[in-house]
């Protein structure tokens, strides 16, 4: 089962980053056909609709992004024109469980970090932008999390992107 103890097993980044409003695209690339079934199919959950969203700076995060660029993640296949993205699994304030999905765009901004997670974390953590959180990526991918869902430490499904 994919949980918090599961996924903090493995090696993990420490990091934080502050909570802050996307552009409303991920919503509508999570609702895709191909997209939720190849997330459900690697990851083991459809997406709650959009990300959640964490701008990331300092020192800490620049090492840490390098890292996660440069690690194979689980590979996301895209549909015909769309790109190629990568996931880690990763851990949201010790209490929601997701994936971290890096889209391959050159122009991607280097201080936006998007999450996939099968629960509104938003609401989960009674988070709003401007909110610091801390969160543990795996950089293990091949670290077993059996990929049976619920995402929150108890168990209990509750919510918010």
């Not at 996924?7 to 056909?33: K, N, W, Y």
């Not at 959950?45 to 620049?62: A, H, R, S």
């Not at 971290?100 to 998007?114: F, G, R, T």
Request: proline residues 6%; hydrophobic residues 40%; contains cysteine.
């Amino acid at each position: 089962m994919l949980t918090v103890e599961t996924i903090l097993q493995a090696e993990t980044l420490s990091l934080s980053g502050v909570v802050s409003s996307g552009l409303g695209e991920g919503c509508m690339f999570t609702s895709l056909p191909w997209a939720a079934s190849e997330f459900e199919r690697k990851l083991g959950f459809i997406p709650y609709p959009g990300t959640f969203n964490l701008t990331m700076t300092g020192k800490k995060w620049e090492r840490g992004r390098k890292r996660m660029l440069t690690e194979p993640g689980i590979a996301i296949e895209p549909a015909t024109g769309f790109c190629d993205a990568k996931c880690f699994w990763v851990v949201i304030g010790e209490q929601v469980a997701g994936a971290v999905v890096i889209p391959d765009i050159s122009e991607y901004p280097n201080d936006k970090l998007e999450i996939l997670c099968p629960v509104p974390v938003r609401r989960t953590l009674a988070a709003s932008d401007g909110h610091e959180v801390s969160i543990k990526v795996a950089l293990d991918v091949n670290h077993r999390c059996d990929r049976d869902v619920p995402q929150v430490a108890s168990g209990a499904l509750g919510g918010g992107q």
